[in-house]
């Protein structure tokens, strides 16, 4: 018998998808008295789903979800909606799709497949990450999100991408493979390198720290000094 005023605590679970509950026999009281203990500060919203003819409640998880590259994986495809021997580690169920973060910790080549559009794309790493594509399958970033870059390794972006919330450099070295590899926002370094690699990059670059940038010789865009 399942009794309305029971609580279920769903806050592990934080993958976006449907999940069954509990079956039940009979049902006394009301299902909307039924609570879902979420997360703190849930990033996704939890929506409980009663099917009476199967005498059914599950779990509705909707929004966001959180990625990271598997480090084991030295190369790879990222790509949307994959989740069969896919190298993003994560507990959506139907694999990464625009809105999502994704973190990168480790050495990588990744290839972009579609287009993608993180909310955020995190790579803090010691070692080298390159963003590529191939003529076959191309890729790129697209959409509202930035991209934040810190650790102590090199980062080479891929050319073609249009994301345009900006691209944040607090250390280690960043190089662009084209002019249009840090989208259409501004980049924003407080640390580190900035390789424009003689390219036209045409975004505004904003300093905030000790900094070294190099390769400007076709560079477009505006300089600002911060502090």
């Not at 279920?8 to 069954?20: A, L, P, Q």
């Amino acid at each position: 018998t399942l009794e309305s005023g029971c609580k279920f605590d769903v806050s592990t679970i934080s993958g976006r998808g449907s999940y069954e509950l509990v079956r039940y026999g009979s049902l006394s009281g009301s299902v909307a008295d039924v609570t879902l203990l979420t997360p703190d500060a849930p990033m996704n919203e939890y929506t409980l789903v009663h099917n009476a003819q199967d005498k059914t409640l599950s779990l509705d998880i909707t929004g966001m979800a959180v990625w990271s590259w598997n480090t084991k994986a030295k190369n790879g495809l990222w790509q949307n909606g994959v989740v069969e021997n896919s190298p993003l580690l994560g507990r959506a169920l139907d694999g990464f799709l625009p809105g999502d973060m994704l973190s990168i910790t480790s050495g990588a080549t990744i290839t972009l497949v579609g287009e993608l559009a993180p909310s955020v794309l995190s790579i803090n790493s010691a070692k080298t990450v390159t963003l590529s594509v191939n003529k076959k399958t191309p890729g790129c970033l697209v959409g509202e999100g930035c991209v934040r870059i810190s650790g102590t390794g090199k980062v080479t972006l891929n050319d073609g991408n249009s994301y345009s919330g900006g691209t944040f450099i607090e250390s280690g070295s960043v190089n662009a493979k084209g002019a249009t590899s840090f989208g259409s926002g501004a980049i924003t370094i407080s640390g580190g390198v900035l390789n424009l690699a003689s390219k036209a990059v045409a975004n505004d670059i904003v300093v905030q720290g000790d900094v070294l940038i190099k390769g400007g010789k076709k560079f477009a865009g505006n300089v600002t000094l911060m502090g």
